[in-house]
């Protein structure tokens, strides 16, 4: 204790000039946006380097149950393409449709919390993949969250699983809509709000997106209805939703690129000004 003691006081100009810098290199931070961004992106390039190799070896020893899951996409790809064949040709095929204006990119999660209350991913692929801000992502099962940062070769996704996460769903069967949050008691339950009292709500019933947003197509799976509850204003249903996927076990995921974007916030950004 002694020899602590005698450190401190020999180094006590050199600690407080560190102590002092820290304090001031925090509050730049806090105080300039520009600072904060380039420090969160700097944060999630040498995180994203740790959470890289650490998930390559995990990798390595789970091949067996990566190739399972591929198998069973597969599976599920082959129906629905053998399921459009049986309804269109080639003569009749509308060429509107078979261009999407979605796109795709694959990347592997390399870090995920779900125990918190605002949970995030971490995601292979950043800038230089073209990975920006406020594209969804999904897996082979169906939802998952929404581009929160990046950097170059890597992005955080801010999971549905968050006190902040927002998303359009609702009922496959009815399409009444709904606002899908979370209260972070299970994290494989979620819940979709403002259902109005008219929906038909039947446990088991699928939840699907709802496509009114440039983020998510209409269609992605969400989950089931696992219970409903009337809300105090007697107009709406509150309805805990089982989620397809295990948000605690993540391991290939599809960032969703809207290629028509920038073209609907122009438009609507325009629309706006114009009131």
Known sequence: MQQILFFLIRNKNFLLSLFLFLISFALTIQSHSFH??????????????IYSFKNNVNNYFNLKEENDLLLEENARLRMQLDSFDEFSTIDN?????????FQFETARVINNTYSKSKNILTIDKGSQMNIAL??????????????????????????ILNINSQINAKLKNSNHFGSLIWNTEDPNIVQLIEI??????IVGDTIITGGKSTIFPEGVLVGTI??????????????NIKLF?????????YIINNKDTEEIKKLEKESDDAE
């Open 36 to 49: 904060k961004n380039k420090f969160i992106n700097s944060a999630n390039f040498f995180s994203g380097g």
């Open 134 to 159: 406020d594209m969804g992502v999904i897996s082979s099962k169906g939802l998952i969250g929404i581009i929160k940062n990046t950097s170059a070769k890597y992005a955080t996704v801010q999971s």
């Open 226 to 239: 696992q219970s409903s509850l009337l809300n105090k204003d007697k107009n709406s249903y509150t309805l």
């Open 245 to 253: 996927n295990d948000m605690t076990s993540l391991k290939h995921v």
């Open 196 to 201: 109005p009292r008219l929906a038909p709500i």
């Open 93 to 101: 095929t509308d060429s509107t449709f078979t261009h999407s204006k």
